[in-house]
Nanobody
Framework: QVQLVESGGGLVQAGDSLRLSCVVF??????????MSWFRQAPGKEREFVAL????????YYADPVKGRFTISRSNGKTTVYLQMNSLKSEDTAVYYC???????????????WGQGTQVTVSS
């Protein structure tokens, strides 16, 4: 059974940076967590896609609102995924979730495993 644990959230000011981490526990089959993504959910809004990375770490994809500011990366051992967030804005405030699945996808339904979430609050 794959388990995902996020960390790194916090309260920052607009323009600051944060780095989120997501660690894979349990492993299961590698295919189960080949593709990993970050989603976020602001109060009163639906969970939305933020960034995606493939197993090798060589291919990434970003939602338009975070392009050029956020960078997703993967450790050499593939079991940790990072989200480097720079130039944070108040609209980035949300609970950030790590997700893992067998294929690429931009929707919640594309992923089988989820972390518990980590709160990011950006004050303006």
């Amino acid at each position: 059974q794959v388990q995902l644990v996020e960390s790194g959230g916090g309260l920052v000011q607009a323009g600051d940076s944060l780095r989120l981490s997501c660690v894979v526990f349990g492993f299961g089959r590698t295919d189960d967590w080949a593709f990993m993504s970050w989603f976020r959910q602001a109060p009163g809004k639906e969970r939305e896609f933020v960034a995606l990375i493939n197993f090798s770490g060589r291919s990434a994809y970003y939602a338009d609102p975070v392009k050029g500011r956020f960078t997703i990366s993967r450790s050499n051992g593939k079991t940790t995924v990072y989200l480097q967030m720079n130039s944070l804005k108040s609209e980035d405030t949300a609970v950030y979730y790590c997700a893992a699945g067998r294929s690429t996808g931009l929707t919640v339904d594309d992923y089988d495993y989820w972390g518990q979430g980590t709160q990011v609050t950006v004050s303006s």
